[in-house]
């Protein structure tokens, strides 16, 4: 029987920018939650391990050889080897993690098959990403640092429907980072997952629009909805609006796909 896993759209509730490392990268301090939606895996034994890719972003994707899912299974213990198949569901390049989730559903179908993880799997997951060790665990927490080191916290907005929206441009996370001005706005507030997200921000926000203008277009559209909730996702170009009830986000989605038939759109829940 094959091996099937979700490879869990990632969303930063908020994400906050703290300083400039002396390493190049910057200080993160952000509230990781996950979508119900996302990429589909598929894995069976092989005698070598293998990718084949499918689906609407299939041809977005790094050559197989160097692609993150090769990189994941390259980093764990799961036998001779696998054939994985992978449904490219998720826009690449868009504040979604969507590498990263694809590595953390390895990491999942591995801990499956196997029983465990090996004991320092955030360790071999940090090195493919830094996303990829909250991405493993696809559930809502803190991470601080680089956005490895993770915190569990009060997840109040589990099942919250959430409309994903991008508008097609991919966005890469480098640029964005580089534009972002310096100026530290704080730290990310205390509270559980409602709290800190309404009180929160994305830092990147800003640059990101700079570079991107189509990323205001994209939350213009959604918070004339009336969500309790509508922000960019990590360095774009991805935007999520929260809903009270499904209804109410799927009357959304259908109007925005009407309006804007050209943006590519998720409907989901958090988990």
Not at 218 to 225: F, G, M, Q
Not at 241 to 262: E, F, M, S
Request: charged share 20%.
């Amino acid at each position: 029987m094959p091996l099937n896993e979700t490879a869990f759209a990632k969303i930063n509730l908020a994400l906050h920018v703290r300083h400039r490392r002396e390493d190049g990268y910057h200080a993160l301090e952000t509230l990781f939650a996950f979508v119900d939606q996302g990429d589909g895996l598929s894995a069976v034994p092989a005698p070598r391990d293998e990718l084949m890719s499918f689906g609407e972003f299939a041809g977005q994707i790094d050559d197989p050889l160097g692609n993150i899912v090769a990189k994941a299974l390259a980093a764990l213990p799961h036998g001779p080897g696998w054939a994985v198949t992978l449904d490219k569901r998720l826009p690449v390049a868009a504040g979604l993690g969507g590498g990263s989730a694809d590595a953390g559903a390895v990491f999942r179908m591995v801990e499956r098959a196997q029983g465990s993880l090996p004991g320092d799997w955030r360790a071999r997951a940090a090195r493919l990403g830094a996303d990829v060790p909250a991405c493993v665990l696809s559930r809502a927490c803190i991470g601080r640092g680089t956005g490895t080191e993770l915190e569990p916290i009060d997840n109040d907005l589990a099942g919250v429907p959430v409309l994903l929206v991008n508008p097609r441009v991919p966005v890469p996370t480098g640029p964005v980072f580089r534009a972002w001005d310096g100026i530290d706005r704080g730290a990310l507030p205390a509270g559980g997952a409602r709290a800190i997200a309404l009180a929160g921000r994305n830092d990147l926000e800003a640059p990101a629009i700079a570079l991107c203008p189509a990323i205001a277009e994209v939350l213009a559209a959604l918070r004339a909805t009336a969500p309790w909730l509508a922000r960019m996702s990590g360095s774009g170009a991805t935007c999520f609006a929260l809903y009270d009830d499904a209804a109410a986000r799927d009357a959304v989605a259908a109007r925005i796909a009407a309006a804007h038939p050209q943006w590519w759109q998720m409907a989901g829940a958090l988990r």
